[in-house]
C-alpha cells in the first residue's frame, strides 16, 4: 500500500508527481493552512491515469514534509518515473530531494523553470539524474514518455542527460501535443488535489482554468507572449466550462469556482458569450476570477452588471505597482487612472477587489487611495 499522503492511485506506480515545500518543514513550522491545488501537475495526472497508467501525486507543500520526509516517500513508492514541476521558489528544494533519490528511479522535469532555463538545468549536476526535460504542457507528451522512454527522441521540446552528454529541447512544431484541445481533454480528476475542493467560509471552492497562453507581454511576467512563442492562446468554450462546474457542483457540492488563469475576464467579446452562457444555464454557483485592468476599463456598465447577474463575487487584479512611470517601465500596459476607475466600478456594482502588487513597486499612496474609494462606497 502506498503511503496515504501520496494522492490517486495504490499499488506500484509508473509516475509519482511531486510538488516541492516552499520551505524545509524539518526546520521551519508551516504556518499557512492554504495553498492553491497544483492544477498542471493534476491534469498530467488525469490525462496519464486515463490513458492507463498509474499516478500517484504527492504534494509536500500542503503536506508540510520536511526535505528528507519527501525523499523517503518517493524511495519507499519506487516508482518507475518521478516527476518535479520546477520552480524558481523550490528550485533548491526540487534539486535536493532529486539527489536523495534511488538512482533507479526514472526522472522528468517540467515547470516554469524548465522552460526559462532548460540549459542551465540540464548541466546542473546537483541532479543527478534527467530523463526527461518536458517544456511547455506536457499532458499529451507525458503519457508517451510512460509507454517508451525511447520516444523521446521524436517527441517535441525535450531534452535530456546521456552520460556526459546533453540533448537539448527542440522547439519544433506539433500542435496536438505542445497546445492540446483544451476542450477536448478530460476534467480535471480532483482526486489528485490536497486542498480541492477546500471549505471557506461556510462554502467549498474549486479551482478552474477557463484558458491556457496569455496575449499579454508584462516584463516580469514567465507567461508574457514574447517568452512563450510555442503557446497558442486557447480558451475553452462556454459549455465545457458549465459542464465541468456543473460536475463539481454535483459530486462534491460545491458552491463556489476560483478562476486562476489570466484570460477568463481578458477579452471583452469573450467575457459577454460565456457570462451570457452562465445566466442562461442557471448554476447556483458564485465564482472569482483574474481580471485586465485595461480590459475592465474599456467594458460598457452593462457588461459589469452581468459579471454580477452570472455569479461573480470578486476579482483579482495585477496592479503591481503606482506609478505610471514604473507601470510603463514594466510594460503592464495600465495607468495609475485606470486602477482606480476600475476598483471604484467594481466596488460599486458589489464586487469585491483584490489586488496583487510586486514588493518594492507599489506605492502607499495608490493603495490609501483605493482604500479609501472602497470604504466611501
Not at 507543500?61 to 519527501?70: A, D, K
Not at 471557506?200 to 516580469?220: I, Q
Request: net charge negative.
Amino acid at each position: 500500500m502506498n503511503d496515504p499522503r501520496i494522492l490517486g492511485a495504490e499499488g506500484r506506480l509508473d509516475l509519482l508527481l511531486v510538488n516541492s515545500p516552499l520551505k524545509d518543514y524539518g526546520r521551519t513550522r508551516r504556518v499557512n493552512d492554504f495553498t492553491l491545488p497544483t492544477l498542471g501537475l493534476g491534469y498530467i495526472a488525469t490525462v496519464a491515469a486515463e490513458t492507463g497508467f498509474n499516478v500517484g501525486l504527492l504534494d509536500s507543500e500542503v503536506v508540510g514534509l520536511s526535505l528528507s520526509e519527501t525523499v523517503g516517500i518517493v524511495n519507499d513508492a519506487q516508482p518507475r518515473w518521478a516527476g518535479f514541476n520546477l520552480l524558481a521558489p523550490t528550485y533548491g528544494h526540487s534539486r535536493t530531494i532529486l539527489a536523495g533519490l534511488d538512482p533507479g528511479i526514472s526522472v522528468m522535469l517540467g515547470g516554469h523553470q524548465a522552460k526559462a532555463m532548460p540549459r542551465e538545468i540540464l548541466e546542473d549536476h546537483g541532479i543527478p539524474r534527467i530523463d526527461a526535460l518536458v517544456v511547455g504542457e506536457a499532458e499529451t507528451r507525458v503519457p508517451l514518455l510512460l509507454a517508451d522512454i525511447e520516444s523521446r527522441s521524436s517527441l517535441p521540446s525535450i531534452g535530456w542527460r546521456n552520460g556526459g552528454g546533453l540533448t537539448m529541447p527542440q522547439m519544433r512544431g506539433d500542435k496536438a501535443l505542445l497546445a492540446p484541445d483544451i476542450d477536448a481533454m478530460p476534467f480535471l480528476d480532483r482526486k489528485y488535489l490536497a486542498q480541492d475542493p477546500y471549505p471557506d467560509a461556510g462554502e467549498l471552492e474549486s479551482a478552474m482554468v477557463a484558458s491556457r497562453g496569455c496575449p499579454f507581454d508584462c516584463s516580469f511576467c514567465g507567461a508574457a507572449v514574447s517568452a512563450n512563442p510555442d503557446v497558442s492562446i486557447r480558451m475553452r468554450s462556454p459549455d465545457n466550462l458549465i459542464a465541468e462546474m456543473a460536475t463539481i457542483r454535483d459530486r462534491y457540492g460545491v458552491t463556489r469556482i476560483r478562476f486562476v488563469d489570466d484570460l477568463f475576464l481578458a477579452n471583452s467579446k469573450i467575457i459577454v458569450r460565456t457570462l451570457d452562457a452562465f445566466v442562461q444555464a442557471n448554476l447556483p454557483l458564485r465564482w472569482d476570477a483574474t481580471g485586465r485592468i485595461n480590459v475592465l476599463d474599456k467594458v460598457p456598465n452593462d457588461t459589469i452588471d452581468l459579471m454580477v447577474a452570472s455569479g461573480c463575487r470578486e476579482v483579482a487584479l495585477g496592479i503591481e505597482a503606482g506609478s505610471d512611470r514604473l507601470l510603463k517601465h514594466i510594460d503592464k500596459k495600465i495607468s495609475v487612472a485606470q486602477i482606480i476607475r476600475v476598483v471604484t466600478r467594481l466596488c460599486s456594482a458589489g464586487i469585491s477587489v483584490k489586488g496583487y502588487f510586486i514588493l518594492g513597486v507599489w506605492s502607499r499612496h495608490l493603495l490609501e487611495r483605493i482604500e479609501f474609494e472602497a470604504f466611501r462606497l
